[in-house]
T-cell receptor
Framework: DGGITQSPKYLFRKEGQNVTLSCEQN?????MYWYRQDPGQGLRLIYY???????QKGDIAEGYSVSREKKESFPLTVTSAQKNPTAFYLC???????????FGPGTRLTVL | SQKIEQNSEALNIQEGKTATLTCNYT??????LQWYRQDPGRGPVFLLL?????KEKRKERLKVTFDTTLKQSLFHITASQPADSATYLC?????????????FGTGTRLQVTL
């Protein structure tokens, strides 16, 4: 059963701690994405990767880092430098430029 | 600057009526436009894609139009049902460059009542 998984669904962290959000896909897609969604707002692109071992900053990359060591995996680290990390984080993958994006179920991060 | 605008106010309609949602954009030359449905606390789900050279696309009760002169897409749900209640997002892929990068609107919440 193909799809994208994100874990955990809910995550609580203390201010000043780094936290890593997991994203795995078995769709064999080359491109993967991380978005942030705040209440009443659309999706804002944090980072994206079009191929293994390569990634680019999106519109709001400050305070975040990623890696793409395997095609299936694209973890996102929210660092202590991110000023307002509490949000709903969505991971997506895409087969190619003319295709749709498939989204994971999301991780809701709350920083206390 | 580039901007994608969707009506931020919720759209309330009666079951059986046609819902029409609007997506306007400025300073884009999109290669295509996509529509997604998002339920609360869940990831968006793809609905339809329409290319810049297409005027209209249909899928079951859904219809999308794309007017590159007006820089607008309309998304229609005919014979709406309470199960259609959700937030609907439009997204654009720019025509220039090679990056497969979408830009999303803020979404419009649709509420279908009995």
């Amino acid at each position: 059963d193909g799809g994208i998984t994100q874990s955990p669904k809910y995550l609580f962290r203390k201010e000043g701690q780094n936290v890593t959000l997991s994203c795995e896909q078995n769709l064999n897609h080359d491109a993967m994405y991380w978005y942030r969604q705040d209440p009443g707002q659309g999706l804002r692109l944090i980072y994206y990767s079009q191929i293994v071992n390569d990634f680019q900053k999106g519109d709001i990359a400050e305070g975040y880092s990623v890696s793409r060591e395997k095609k299936e995996s694209f973890p996102l680290t929210v660092t202590s430098a991110q000023k307002n990390p509490t949000a709903f984080y969505l991971c997506a993958s895409m087969a190619g430029r003319w295709n749709e994006q498939f989204f994971g179920p999301g991780t809701r991060l709350t920083v206390l | 600057s580039q901007k994608i605008e969707q009506n931020s106010e919720a759209l309330n309609i009666q079951e059986g009526k046609t819902a029409t949602l609007t997506c306007n954009y400025t300073n884009y030359s999109p290669a295509y436009l996509q529509w997604y449905r998002q339920d609360p606390g869940r990831g968006p789900v793809f609905l339809l894609l329409i290319r810049e050279n297409e005027k209209e696309k249909r899928k079951e009760r859904l219809k999308v139009t794309f007017d590159t002169t007006l820089k607008q897409s309309l998304f229609h749900i005919t014979a709406s049902q309470p199960a259609d209640s959700a937030t609907y997002l439009c997204a654009l892929l720019g025509a220039t460059g090679t990056a497969s990068k979408l830009t999303f609107g803020t979404g419009t919440r649709l509420q279908v009542t009995l």
